[in-house]
């Protein structure tokens, strides 16, 4: 049986924009980086009657490091570039974010994926580092548990809505 490959762009965020009580999540379009580390916090010793070192993993800071060419009218660049030019802090500087696996579709639902969501906190770190484009970098660091469930998206996979998997 031939092995598929899954690859980068099967894999896509989308940003989380709060209205009118609603939450939408729009395709993060646009991003030249967007790796996520899971950054793991160790506990490691070493036992006298033992040559060797033991480690346990016992939780995890996961973060995204990101980079963008800033696009005019996209609603996720114009969320996340006021967040950091008016340098918001706190939960303001929060939001929430979808990550869809279009290669785990949901059979027998259209358009319909595995999907994870997340609260993140929006780090800048730079802007203008380029003479191509304007760009903005930074990170984005976990501020809350993983919640597993379901995306479906719009024809032009746009825009996304989340639903938690039964039994949170």
Same mark, same amino acid.
């Given at each position: ?8 762009? #099967?894999?896509? *965020?989308?940003?989380?924009? @709060? ?10 379009? =646009? ?41 005019? #009218? ?24 979808? @990550? ?7 059979? =027998? ?5 595995? *999907? ?11 802007? =203008? ?8 970098? =930074?990170?984005?660091? *976990?501020? !809350? ?9 719009? !024809? ?7 639903? *938690?998997?039964?039994?949170?």
């Amino acid at each position: 049986m031939p092995r598929t490959l899954v690859k980068r762009s #099967d894999k896509v *965020a989308f940003f989380g924009n @709060v209205s009118n009580e609603t939450e939408t999540f729009n395709r993060m379009r =646009g991003f030249t980086t967007f790796s996520q580390s899971k950054n793991p916090k160790e506990y490691s010793r070493q036992y006298v009657d033992e040559e060797f070192e033991t480690t346990d993993v016992t939780g995890y800071s996961p973060s995204y490091d990101f980079g963008f060419d800033q696009y005019k #009218d996209d609603p996720v660049h114009n969320e996340m570039v006021e967040i950091l030019d008016d340098e918001k802090t706190g939960t303001e500087a929060r939001r929430n974010m979808v @990550v869809v696996d279009f290669s785990q579709p949901i059979e =027998g639902k259209a358009n319909t994926y595995k *999907a994870v969501k997340r609260e993140w906190a929006i780090i800048g770190d730079a802007e =203008g580092d380029s003479m191509d484009a304007y760009t903005y970098s =930074g990170n984005m660091r *976990a501020t !809350s548990k993983r919640i597993k469930g379901t995306a479906t998206t719009s !024809s032009n996979d746009s825009v996304a809505a989340f639903t *938690a998997d039964s039994g949170l």
